[in-house]
């Protein structure tokens, strides 16, 4: 018989303001240079696809990130602190942080997200999973505010490690990257650590399959987000109206990904708002910003991590970086 799923303790730090959500996607798209912002994606139909992607022989990142946290496992564990608050960022199902609870042995696991039926439903398996592990979710949006101290201080003597996998981080202007890893900083105390994923510089040709696959995924999962727009604004974007196009720029070191206008035409955009499209004009859903692993060892002293460890594959596509105060 299966036992039924416990209930973790759930804090709730979001608060939503769909009218200020809605005003500002609309102004972005009536911009002179359009925007949807990446995190309209992830609607049910937006996971599926992303899901799909990563498996992707194209999409390198995530079974690259795998192998290296996999083969270089028990050296990361090793100069992890003991009896320590596990906090997973953007936790998901929590699959990537079920891989390091038995290494690490964690006092709790603090999961982060914006999803809270979904984060409680994740925490819940682990709970049975991992009984000796205390289990916590925080739904926030922590790309926006980080605020964990309090919650932090109930266990003064397990110091925090923050996992951050996935190259995410790269979904940042540098500018912004900085600011989140200062706020992850000031979270640290003496003995914390960070340790997160990032997509490295690499010829164009792999970088620019790996977000414009042969399969037409990753066209898909952007032209998605024309749906989700549609839903929020009572828009009527038609798809067959737009292409993907994901292109490296070299001078900035980012994949950017767009959608363009095969034609001259309207959209309407709910609330009275209508944004003329010319043929070839675009709207940006994306920046993937990519490091040399110098350039982030230097944002990461900048933001006040003074040491790193750093791991990489065979052929140096993707990095893992340990950071402590």
Known sequence: MTPAL??????NTLVEDHTREHHLLRQHLLHPAARIDSKYFYDDVGCELFTHICELDEYYPTRTEATILSHCGAEIAAVLPSCAQWIDLGCGDCSKSRKWLDKV???RLVGVDIAADFLQHSLAKIAISHPGVECIGVVSDFTQALELRDLLSEQPLSPPVFFYPGSSIGNFARAEALQLLRRIREHCGEHGKLLIGVDLIKSRDVLEAAYDDREGVTAAFNLNVLKVVNRELHANFLLENFRHDAVFNEFDSRI??????????????????????DQGESILTEYSYKYTPADFAAMLAEAGFSRHHYWTDAQHWFGVFLAEA
């Open 256 to 277: 950017e990904m767009r959608l363009v206008s095969q034609k001259h035409h309207d959209v309407s955009l709910g609330a009275g708002s209508v944004r003329h499209f």
């Open 6 to 11: 416990a209930a973790p303790r759930l804090e």
């Open 105 to 107: 042995q964690p006092s």
